[in-house]
């Protein structure tokens, strides 16, 4: 990982009390019910900033959707609302988006349309006296080798020349494809009981270590929980949003200005 002069920062001012870090919402026009509860949330907007880390959208298939006639197709209509949302906090307070495994093709468009920074992965968040690593979490979880294979292609500039050269439709089906072809992949994983790879401990500890970080915050693994990363650091693992699951995952980590933190579980909503 990069030294700490490199990373991208986060100076809290004194005026935050509050930051709120979620990942993994996964919007998509298909899944009214985590749209609504999202939607709600921000419009509450009860955190002095947010920090998205990661997988805010099922899929993100180029800024030109928010262009896009938005009669043309339901997800694009949806994407733009979910951006126009966006655009309305952050007329309230900061909003700070990570690329995901998903919407790694979020780009300066949508930035400025919805009135966010990008921020790289990892990023440090510098509040009161304590200093927080976010990380999407992907990048390290190394056991995964066709995945990071994967991974390192997309990122690449000539695969994603070559996939934004494409036609806006053609790009809508093969996300939705995808979408297909990642759900049928979970049950088969979950059926033969084989577990979702993890981030690496000791990669995770040397990121966090060469900053100087109180520990880290992430997503990706739809794992959350608390891990202890050497003798004082933390690891704690954002959850995914469902609202259809039983009980709703609809979860927020809120950190506060002392170094204190606490998971939120948010209401569900009624779709519009």
């Given at each position: 990982m990069s030294g700490p002069a490199l990373l991208d920062r986060i100076d809290a001012p004194p005026s935050w009390q509050r930051v709120d870090c979620v990942s993994d919402i996964h919007l998509h026009a298909q899944d009214p019910e985590t749209a609504?509860?999202?939607?709600?949330?921000?419009?509450?907007?009860?955190?002095?900033?947010?920090?998205?880390?990661?997988?805010?959208?099922?899929?993100?298939?180029?800024?030109?959707v928010l262009t896009a006639d938005p009669a043309a197709?339901?997800?694009?209509?949806?994407?733009?609302?979910?951006?126009?949302?966006?655009?309305?906090?952050?007329?309230?307070?900061?909003?700070?988006?990570?690329h995901?495994?998903?919407?790694?093709?979020?780009?300066?468009?949508?930035?400025?349309?919805?009135?966010?920074?990008?921020l790289a992965d990892p990023a440090v968040l510098a509040f009161g006296a304590h200093r927080w690593l976010l990380s999407h979490g992907d990048a390290w979880c190394v056991a995964d080798r066709d995945y990071q294979g994967f991974r390192a292609q997309v990122r690449g500039a000539a695969w994603q020349t070559a996939f934004l050269a494409r036609p806006l439709a053609d790009r809508l089906a093969q996300a939705r494809a995808l979408r297909q072809r990642s759900q049928q992949h979970q049950t088969a994983q979950r059926e033969a009981g084989v577990a979702p790879a993890d981030v690496d401990d000791d990669a995770a500890e040397q990121a966090v270590a060469a900053v100087g970080a109180t520990g880290l915050i992430h997503g990706h693994t739809h794992r959350p929980g608390t891990h202890r990363l050497g003798t004082t650091a933390l690891r704690l693992v954002l959850s995914d949003w469902d609202a259809a699951a039983q009980p709703p995952r609809l979860q927020a980590l809120c950190l506060d200005r002392h170094g204190g933190w606490q998971v939120r579980s948010l209401p569900r909503a009624t779709p519009a």
């Open positions: 609504a509860a999202w939607h709600a949330y921000l419009a509450a907007a009860p955190f002095d900033a947010l920090c998205i880390l990661g997988d805010l959208f099922e899929v993100w298939v180029g800024d030109d197709d339901p997800e694009i209509a949806f994407m733009q609302r979910a951006v126009a949302a966006l655009a309305t906090l952050a007329r309230r307070r900061p909003v700070y988006v990570m995901g495994n998903r919407d790694f093709l979020l780009g300066e468009g949508f930035a400025a349309a919805g009135g966010v920074r990008l």
